[in-house]
């Protein structure tokens, strides 16, 4: 008798026939082998009348030593282990959907491109705003002007003074970061879910669709 972790088998009912057949083609040959043996020592029987030899079946190890009889036994994770290895490919595919959602709505090197060139339009936008404002002023109030932020009213002066080319960029860019931020919340608020994932949970949880 052996013991046989379950790891080891693909398939239960396969692995059963398998030892089946083997079981019946040794008892098969066996029974020929004594035939064989006694028509060698029969002399009165032609060649011809003989029965032949032929090789003795083969199999896997497995099988063959299952032949004396075996045990199959669970190997596998305990159910809480089980749960932690399903949280990991829950969040690695969740990972593996978040890349391909937000590239979708830009590359990464884009990305990266565009929030350099928004920031620029930004870092304008305010030094536009702090020229209106100190224009605004007395010479009086110009020195303090220089410790003080623009005021709104010169904040939106200095939105509206923005270059055409640069408004237009800048409703794109506000945009593609409107899709990247609702594909991160959601994926944040998944990756929450599945931190609360319990063994009587996990099996019916379905990723969210990230994306439009």
Not at 20 to 33: F, G, I, N, P, V
Request: aromatic residues 6%; proline residues 6%.
């Amino acid at each position: 008798m052996i013991r046989i972790p379950r790891s080891q088998i693909t398939n239960r009912q396969q692995f059963d026939t398998a030892v089946a057949r083997y079981k019946q083609e040794l008892s098969d040959w066996t029974t020929h082998q004594r035939q064989v043996e006694a028509d060698a020592r029969n002399d009165k029987l032609k060649p011809a009348e003989r029965h032949a030899y032929y090789p003795p079946p083969s199999a896997p190890d497995l099988i063959v030593q299952a032949q004396g009889g075996y045990e199959i036994y669970d190997d596998g994770p305990t159910p809480e282990e089980a749960l932690t290895i399903k949280k990991k490919q829950l969040n690695e595919q969740l990972t593996d959907a978040e890349q391909v959602a937000s590239s979708a709505v830009v590359s990464p090197s884009k990305f990266l491109l565009n929030t350099m060139k928004a920031q620029k339009i930004i870092g304008d936008d305010i030094q536009r705003a702090g020229d209106i404002a100190r224009k605004r002023q007395g010479l009086f109030n110009k020195m303090k002007a220089m410790y003080k932020s623009p005021t709104l009213s010169a904040q939106q002066e200095a939105l509206q003074a923005r270059p055409t080319a640069d408004a237009t960029f800048m409703n794109l860019h506000d945009d593609m970061k409107a899709k990247l931020d609702k594909i991160r919340l959601t994926a944040l608020q998944a990756r929450s879910d599945i931190e609360d994932l319990t063994v009587q949970t996990v099996g019916s949880y379905q990723l969210p669709k990230l994306g439009a």
